[in-house]
T-cell receptor, first 114, second 111 residues
Framework: DTAVSQTPKYLVTQMGNDKSIKCEQNLGHDTMYWYKQDSKKFLKIMFSYNNKELIINETVPNRFSPKSPDKAHLNLHINSLELGDSAVYFC?????????????FGSGTRLTVV | RKEVEQDPGPFNVPEGATVAFNCTYSNSASQSFFWYRQDCRKEPKLLMSVYSSGNEDGRFTAQLNRASQYISLLIRDSKLSDSATYLCVVTSTSGTYKYIFGTGTRLKVLA
């Protein structure tokens, strides 16, 4: 029973395309996140949603648009993909988003833009 | 200065050795601290929270030094399976809570 599941696991696409990554959690958590891990392995927050409401929106190009149809799902749509978007994108969730608890991460989506 | 800093390593240690990592943070108002472990090409997994009084979980001990603004992780009796990258996490208190990750310390335990 996967707690936080992301699809697809791998995504290879050409520059300029639009793609989406889906994330679902079955833990009953209120808060979900998108993180980007670049080639230097640095994990940086992109977005956070608490019960479908956007609460964190870091300095991310507006080509990236998150959508949370309900608190168990957080999807990420990327328009006009660029070479620099190549990275591993991790979805995560936490019970309340207060920062006092551990996060559960999905297994990641490895995006390669060619 | 980065918000959370770690020595990237790698730390190469023989099996059975004791190894310690430190992680420094810049925001003195930070409240929550964690250690995560990330295996190659896998997701980060929570290893342990770090409490003010220090805490231990089997071979792993975490300590917090608020005065000097660092946290530490000590691993005793290293196993081959401990080889991984260890990520320090500090919770930002500016506005909404969010995790700030360090860049990680790579540990290789050698047979």
């Amino acid at each position: 029973d996967t707690a936080v599941s992301q699809t697809p696991k791998y995504l290879v696409t050409q520059m300029g395309n639009d793609k989406s990554i889906k994330c679902e959690q079955n833990l009953g958590h209120d808060t979900m996140y998108w993180y980007k891990q670049d080639s230097k392995k640095f994990l940086k927050i992109m977005f956070s949603y608490n019960n479908k409401e956007l609460i964190i929106n870091e300095t991310v190009p507006n080509r990236f648009s998150p959508k949370s149809p309900d608190k168990a799902h957080l999807n990420l749509h990327i328009n006009s993909l660029e070479l620099g978007d190549s990275a591993v994108y991790f979805c995560a969730s936490s019970p309340t988003g207060t920062g006092m608890e551990g996060y559960t991460f999905g297994s990641g989506t490895r995006l390669t833009v060619v | 200065r980065k918000e959370v800093e770690q020595d990237p390593g790698p730390f190469n240690v023989p099996e059975g050795a004791t190894v310690a990592f430190n992680c420094t943070y810049s925001n003195s108002a930070s409240q929550s601290f964690f250690w995560y472990r990330q295996d190659c090409r896998k997701e980060p997994k929570l290893l342990m929270s770090v409490y003010s009084s220090g805490n231990e979980d089997g071979r792993f001990t975490a300590q917090l030094n608020r005065a000097s603004q660092y946290i530490s992780l000590l691993i005793r009796d290293s196993k081959l399976s401990d080889s991984a990258t260890y990520l320090c996490v500090v919770t930002s208190t500016s506005g909404t809570y969010k995790y700030i990750f360090g860049t990680g310390t790579r540990l290789k335990v050698l047979a």
